[in-house]
């Protein structure tokens, strides 16, 4: 039950990282402050799973005299796979939590070689930087037990907010499949703040899908410039043609 307690706490605190790393990593790509990840509040479950999946190798590991740059690479290694399991699993339903189709030897556009340098870069980091600050963190869980009730609340939150993104998502997978496009969740989102934008609306950072129209005529507007964009694209194509 101890173990089972510090990995959920492992799990909520990279969570929260991860968020705010998502958080200004989009603010620099997109020149926006967009809420990150599929889920509504400060957390990506994803690398809360990423961070207990490098504790977890650190700890059995680090003690089995390998060397260090294959404990990293397998750091990088797993953090990939976590990437490719979660990015397959939108996709199967046309929509998209994040897009490398533009990226070099990109795999379905849910991996590819630049991403898996920067998880083994991270995996670096965690190794020798981070993995003290995670032990000590754990050492202060263990005295401090109270603060399971904190995570506790927190787990039951994430729940809730999990089973109220999956109604929104599979609202945005039906209108996917109807129409035969993939939707990105990102761009949905920097979509709606656009839109909002241009007719002086108030936007909601925290609750980006629920505004003063419904979520089906924000998809209709993303839609629009999906075709938009794409007629653009094959005009442009037929231009090199004929040249």
Same mark, same amino acid.
């Given at each position: 039950?101890?173990?089972?307690?510090?990995?959920?706490?492992? +799990?909520?605190?990279?969570?929260?990282?991860?968020?705010?790393?998502?958080?200004?990593?989009?603010?620099?790509?997109?020149?926006?402050?967009?809420? %990150?990840?599929?889920?509504?509040? %400060?957390?990506?479950?994803?690398?809360?799973?990423?961070?207990?999946?490098? !504790?977890?190798?650190? +700890?059995?590991?680090?003690?089995? !005299?390998?060397?260090?740059?294959?404990?990293?690479?397998?750091?990088?290694?797993?953090?990939?796979?976590?990437?490719?399991?979660?990015?397959?699993?939108?996709?199967? @339903?046309?929509?998209?939590?994040?897009?490398?189709?533009?990226?070099?030897?990109?795999?379905?556009?849910?991996?590819?070689?630049?991403?898996?340098?920067?998880?083994?870069?991270?995996?670096?980091?965690?190794?020798?930087?981070?993995? %003290?600050?995670?032990? $000590?963190?754990?050492?202060?869980?263990?005295?401090?037990? =109270?603060?399971? =009730?904190?995570?506790?609340?927190?787990?039951?939150?994430?729940?809730? @907010?999990?089973?109220? !993104?999956?109604?929104? =998502?599979?609202?945005? *997978?039906?209108?996917?499949? @109807?129409?035969?496009?993939?939707?990105? =969740?990102?761009?949905?989102?920097?979509?709606? $703040? @656009?839109? *909002?934008?241009?007719?002086?609306?108030?936007? !909601?950072?925290?609750?980006?899908?629920? *505004?003063?129209?419904?979520? $089906?005529?924000?998809?209709?507007?993303? $839609?629009?410039?999906?075709?938009?964009?794409?007629?653009?694209?094959?005009?442009?194509?037929?231009?090199?043609?004929?040249?």
């Amino acid at each position: 039950m101890y173990v089972f307690l510090e990995l959920v706490f492992l +799990f909520c605190m990279g969570s929260m990282l991860g968020w705010v790393l998502e958080l200004f990593f989009r603010r620099i790509v997109h020149g926006k402050w967009v809420n %990150p990840g599929f889920l509504i509040g %400060p957390y990506l479950p994803i690398y809360g799973t990423g961070l207990v999946a490098l !504790s977890l190798m650190y +700890f059995f590991l680090n003690n089995k !005299s390998l060397n260090p740059a294959i404990i990293i690479l397998l750091m990088g290694l797993i953090m990939t796979l976590i990437e490719l399991i979660g990015g397959l699993i939108a996709l199967k @339903d046309n929509v998209r939590l994040w897009d490398y189709s533009n990226r070099w030897m990109n795999y379905k556009g849910v991996i590819c070689p630049l991403f898996s340098a920067i998880w083994t870069l991270v995996g670096a980091v965690f190794y020798y930087v981070l993995a %003290p600050f995670v032990i $000590k963190n754990l050492e202060w869980f263990s005295h401090n037990l =109270y603060f399971s =009730y904190f995570i506790g609340i927190f787990t039951g939150v994430i729940v809730i @907010d999990f089973c109220y !993104s999956t109604g929104v =998502y599979l609202k945005i *997978q039906k209108f996917a499949k @109807d129409n035969s496009i993939i939707v990105k =969740y990102e761009q949905l989102k920097m979509s709606i $703040k @656009d839109f *909002q934008n241009k007719e002086r609306e108030k936007y !909601s950072f925290i609750h980006p899908f629920s *505004q003063t129209k419904s979520l $089906k005529e924000y998809l209709e507007v993303y $839609k629009e410039k999906h075709n938009t964009h794409k007629e653009k694209l094959h005009e442009y194509i037929e231009k090199i043609h004929n040249k």
